[in-house]
């Protein structure tokens, strides 16, 4: 049996962490051989491999990124798209694939395996911790530890210049790194893509918290949106899967800020530091948790598989069950937050 494994979409700490239980397992319990795909669903799209032994796996558990590489690459959208991945799977001998990935990735080898008949196990990614089926991806909690640290530097310069810190975090569709960051790091003000904000009851928060002789800090996700605006696009590029490029709601809320309550306001945009470097622990324990149990999948032929988080156990969902919905912030868990705005 020779195994493929290809990571996609936007890289997430704790990838290298799955390759490496997968590759260990699957060659030290079922005698696998594997073949790593280069740059997400680009590798079998255009036959593009790296080496992937035990060798190849060693050191790499702390490391961020991932050693395959990833891109955004959406196999359906080219012209005999699933035709040119099954004939390159083929040819390279490769009899099944372990997809590492979010809801775009995943929903590729979801269609692969249900259309195709390509056989496919999925691994859930995502810093967003969006995808539903599972409790919690890996890479948030690293992301929400990142953004954590980040809030608690901005309290101390923000108290000690009295303005105003607005913290923009990702989180495109759900505020779910906004709104654990936010409460574990003491915000006075989150926002989340999930609820409209009011901006003067913001500036109302604003002002009380001045009040009370302290300086506001103000966490916002990048697909936060005002009552009567849109979200804020860095560009207007898609990628192939149809998402545009968010940032910008940080700088432009504290413009506002500034222009409502006359007090100072700067932004700091986290970006790509929430997605870099090493991974947490519990990072890494569930990314190699989620490593053993894919490998077993394939083990059972258990195609259109997806390895999912429920409570500490480790189970098998269809992977067309988790991309169905995207897992948002349900109201009642952001209402609680809201004893601390102000
Ligand atoms: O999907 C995870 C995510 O981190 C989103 O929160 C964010 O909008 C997006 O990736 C940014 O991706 P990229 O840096 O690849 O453009």
Redesign the pocket.
């Known amino acids: 049996m020779r195994v493929g494994v290809l990571t996609g ?2 890289d ?1 700490p704790g990838l290298n962490a799955v390759i490496r239980a997968v590759v260990r397992k699957g060659t030290q319990e079922y005698g696998y051989d594997f073949t790593g795909f280069r740059d997400g669903w680009r590798g079998p799209l255009e036959g593009v491999t790296v080496r992937l032994d035990i060798p190849a796996v060693r050191g790499i558990l702390p490391r961020g990124g991932t050693i395959l590489g990833s891109s ?1 690459t959406n196999p359906l959208k080219q012209q005999d798209g699933a035709r040119r991945v099954r004939e390159n799977l083929a040819e390279l001998g490769v009899d099944a694939l372990i997809a590492i990935g ?1 809801e775009d990735t995943l929903g590729v080898a979801g269609r692969l395996y249900e259309e195709y008949g390509i056989p496919c196990v999925g691994v859930p990614k ?3 911790n969006d995808l539903s089926a599972t409790d919690y991806t890996f890479g948030f909690d690293t992301a929400v530890n990142i953004a954590t640290e980040a809030i608690d530097r901005l309290h101390t310069t923000a108290e000690s210049h009295m303005r105003v810190l607005v913290c923009e975090v ?3 569709h759900a505020g779910w ?1 906004a709104l654990h960051s936010g409460l574990a790091g003491g915000a006075n003000v989150i926002l989340i893509p999930e609820q409209r904000f009011d901006v003067d009851q913001v500036c109302a928060w604003v002002t009380s918290r001045f009040r009370a002789s302290y300086a506001p800090i103000v966490v916002v996700a ?2 936060a949106m005002p009552r009567d605006g849109d979200v804020h696009l860095k560009d207007g590029t898609l ?1 192939s899967f149809g ?1 545009v ?2 940032s910008g709601i940080g700088e432009w809320l504290a413009k506002e800020i500034e222009r409502r309550t006359g007090r100072e306001a700067r932004t700091t945009v986290l ?2 530091i ?2 870099g470097g090493t991974p947490s622990a519990f990072d890494r324990w569930l990314a190699t948790r989620f490593g053993l149990h894919a490998i077993d999948c394939v083990r059972d032929g258990d195609w259109g598989a997806m390895v999912a988080l429920r409570g500490t156990d480790i189970v098998r969902v269809p992977i067309t069950e988790a991309t169905a919905r995207l897992k948002t912030v349900d109201p009642a868990l952001y209402e609680e937050a809201g004893v601390f705005f102000g």
Do not use: N
Request: with cysteine; glycine share 28%.
């Open positions: 979409g936007g997430c955004r979010g995502t810093i967003d990702m989180g495109r790194i990048e697909g990628d998402h490029r968010l970006g790509h929430q997605r």
